[in-house]
């Protein structure tokens, strides 16, 4: 199985940007899949998921100005993040979960200049 994560980059604070990641191999129909993320120095905190019923869970930190959603279809998810803040700064991880394992991608980064 393999999690393909694209987008990040550099962006202004207020600025917006995108993430997607697909997941292939002998994976079905992920029951969920998110996004996680490190900051320097912190533990990796999950910033959103979505089962494949569409039920989302946000962080506290980013609701309102994230969001995901995903294709089922083509077990892929993407990141919207809108009003972006220097504190999103992070590697952002993509996961998605089969019964009882849980994937993880690269990992793609994020600056968020003030």
């Known amino acids: 199985v393999q999690l393909q994560a694209f987008g990040g980059g550099l962006v202004q604070a207020g600025g917006s940007l995108s993430l997607s990641c697909a997941a292939s191999?002998?994976?079905?129909?992920?029951?969920?899949m998110g996004w996680y993320r490190q900051a320097p120095g912190k533990q990796r905190e999950l910033v959103a998921s979505?089962?494949?019923?569409?039920?989302?869970v946000y962080a506290h930190s980013v609701r309102g100005r994230f969001t995901i959603s995903r294709e089922n279809a083509k077990n892929t998810v993407l990141l919207r993040m809108n009003n972006l803040k220097v504190e999103d700064t992070a590697v952002y991880y993509c996961?998605?979960?089969?019964?009882?394992?849980?994937?993880w991608g690269k990992g793609t980064e994020l600056t968020v200049s003030s």
């Open positions: 996961a998605a979960d089969s019964p009882g394992i849980r994937y």
């Open positions: 979505i089962t494949r019923g569409g039920a989302t």
């Open positions: 191999g002998s994976i079905r129909s992920p029951n969920e």
